[in-house]
């Protein structure tokens, strides 16, 4: 097991500390999410670091860190016990405030005392459960599922196709899925059993639509600027058959505080076989021709750092490589689960030649290497453009720019075009800003560059079906990239005030040289990804 280590840490050399609870969720400047973390000193004094929302499915209450690391060997606070639950729904709702101080001191820290408990009464004893708990034990296995359980319709975005026919559930999972947990059974399990029960379901997307109206009830206008704030989680729980839940805890006479769920049973999924297949997971077909294998220095077994800095790391590189403690989940009726691997990998199967240079491979030496936990770059291999005044968010929030994303990815593919690629939030001031569901409208500008010219191709996000045509823009007159930027900016504001409508009278002020493509109701991603080849290079 790599040991993962904060890079983030305001504590002395040698000093240990507990993680004693968790604070409220909020976004950084640059629309990522956050969590505050609640460290113990020995003079019982209450430190608090923020880290990337990636750091959740890791945090576990009790944990004992020293030197910015998560001591494994060390001890861990509380007993294991196993709870009868008739009905996880069955509770009351308090606050952290609201547990025996015998059970938990906070240090009269506001944020930490205003986040949500669940109360339970079982066979005379008071349990108190963390929500935060409740929603990482549920949903929150890994890094990814903790980005987009924090985005509207965000476990939408790793899906290709899903169906259920004749007891049997078919997945087609996508690119934005990292491979490494695809390859894990049980994690392809974990979230068919999300997405395949709709009161699993509607207790996930219940996280983001109540952080949602709670900020919507603050500020209507731009309800996510109260996410910078802060806004303690709170969510419906599912409903679930009678089950054991195996905790770690602490005891006080007849109260209970849940440090960790550490399983769950009689969880069903309503098929009795799981089929699931992912674009990287191919099958092998073996040749008779020499193996080629790298020498690198990196190990298997190196430490990570998890730095703070708030760039979306690429999705190719360090997908979940972060070892958490499981979390077990038991089913009723476990389904049997094939993987389909529908494309081929020709592999050479004869005598290992090394190849001493180059990336990639087998390990020679240790080493440490920074990771990041943010959000992921479209396909890990389109960079973002470098504009300074045009914020860019997470591609996660391009609601309503799946099918652009993907065009995108096959121009890569399928012709090695050299592309990059953002996502920009539409300026406020007008309805269009906003879609009907109340998320704040994006756009993505991909930067094409060939051999003879540099164009840019700006696609609205259509998630209401909005009719707008995909600008194609040339830079024809050599503009300075500022200059380019001060141009785009220019028009996402007059398509806002026109309420969602390109002014041909504004884009014929523009200098950019600019063509329209319309979208049709029959275009499929092949028929548009065309379309757009065409007009970048005829146009050249």
């Known amino acids: 097991m790599c040991a993962a280590k904060f890079r983030r840490w305001q504590f002395d050399k040698g000093e240990t500390v507990e993680l004693c609870w968790i604070?409220?969720?909020?976004?950084?400047?640059?629309?990522?999410?956050?969590?505050?973390?609640?460290?113990?000193?020995?003079?019982?004094?209450?430190?608090?670091?923020?880290?990337p929302i990636g750091v959740w499915p890791m945090l576990r209450l009790g944990q004992i860190y020293t030197d910015n690391a998560f001591e494994v060997t060390r001890p861990i606070a509380g007993i294991v016990?196993?709870?009868?639950?008739?009905?996880?729904?069955?509770?009351?709702?308090?606050?952290?405030?609201?547990?025996p101080s015998k059970l938990l001191y906070l240090d009269k820290q506001k944020d930490l005392g205003k986040q949500y408990v669940w109360k339970y009464e079982i066979n005379g004893f008071e349990y108190y459960v963390p929500m935060l708990e409740w929603a990482r034990c549920l949903f929150v296995k890994n890094r990814t599922l903790a980005h987009l359980i924090l985005q509207p319709h965000?476990?939408?975005?790793?899906?290709?196709?899903?169906?259920?026919?004749?007891?049997?559930?078919?997945?087609?999972?996508?690119?934005?899925?990292?491979?490494?947990?695809a390859q894990n059974k049980d994690s392809a399990l974990h979230i068919a059993w999300i997405h395949g029960n709709g009161t699993i379901r509607n207790s996930w997307d219940s996280i983001y639509s109540y952080l949602f109206r709670s900020a919507s009830k603050k500020d209507s206008l731009d309800p996510k600027s109260i996410f910078r704030k802060g806004i303690a989680l709170k969510f419906d729980l599912?409903?679930?058959?009678?089950?054991?839940?195996?905790?770690?805890?602490?005891?006080?006479?007849n109260q209970v505080l849940v440090?960790?769920?550490?399983?769950?049973?009689?969880?069903?999924l309503p098929a009795e076989k799981l089929v699931y297949s992912h674009p990287v997971m191919k099958k092998q077909i073996t040749y008779d021709g020499p193996k080629k294998t790298r020498i690198t220095d990196q190990s298997e077994q190196e430490d990570l750092e998890i730095t703070d800095d708030n760039d979306f790391a690429k999705e190719n590189t360090h997908q979940d490589v972060l070892d958490v403690p499981p979390t077990f989940y038991g089913f009723a009726q476990k389904p049997e689960i094939i993987i389909d691997r529908k494309e081929r990998r020709k592999v050479n199967a004869g005598e290992e030649v090394i190849l001493p240079i180059g990336r990639g491979g087998k390990n020679q030496n240790d080493g440490a290497k920074e990771v990041s936990l943010e959000d992921t770059a479209i396909g890990g291999e389109v960079p973002p453009i470098e504009f300074e005044s045009l914020q860019a968010v997470p591609m996660?929030?391009?609601?309503?720019?799946?099918?652009?994303?993907?065009?995108?990815?096959?121009?890569?593919?399928?012709?090695g075009m050299n592309i990059k690629m953002s996502v920009f939030q539409l300026p406020l001031g007008k309805r269009y800003s906003v879609c009907d569901n109340g998320v704040r409208r994006t756009c993505a500008l991909a930067q094409v560059t060939t051999a003879v010219s540099q164009k840019y191709i700006l696609e609205m996000a259509r998630p209401d079906g909005w009719s707008i045509s995909t600008l194609i823009l040339t830079n024809e007159r050599k503009l300075t990239v500022r200059e380019i930027e001060k141009n785009i900016k220019y028009l996402l504001e007059e398509v806002v005030r026109k309420g969602g409508h390109w002014d041909q009278y504004i884009l014929n002020g523009c200098n950019l040289d600019i063509q329209k493509l319309k979208h049709y109701q029959n275009d499929d991603i092949v028929a548009w990804e065309e379309r757009i080849y065409r007009k970048i290079v005829d146009y050249n």
């Not at 969590?35 to 003079?43: E, I, K, T």
């Not at 476990?155 to 087609?172: A, H, S, Y």
């Not at 996660?396 to 065009?407: C, N, Q, T």
Request: aromatic share 10%; charged share 30%; proline share 2%.
């Open 81 to 99: 016990e196993t709870i009868q639950v008739t009905d996880i729904q069955q509770g009351q709702l308090v606050f952290g405030f609201d547990v």
């Open 23 to 51: 604070g409220s969720l909020f976004t950084g400047i640059k629309g990522d999410w956050r969590m505050n973390v609640a460290f113990r000193r020995s003079d019982k004094s209450i430190a608090i670091i923020d880290h």
């Open 154 to 181: 965000g476990l939408e975005q790793i899906f290709e196709n899903v169906k259920l026919r004749d007891e049997t559930m078919f997945i087609d999972f996508n690119r934005l899925l990292p491979v490494t947990i």
């Open 396 to 415: 996660s929030e391009g609601i309503g720019l799946e099918d652009f994303f993907k065009v995108i990815r096959k121009l890569i593919d399928d012709y």
């Open 238 to 253: 599912p409903f679930l058959d009678p089950c054991e839940v195996l905790v770690r805890c602490i005891r006080k006479g």
């Open 259 to 268: 440090l960790e769920i550490m399983g769950i049973s009689s969880l069903k």
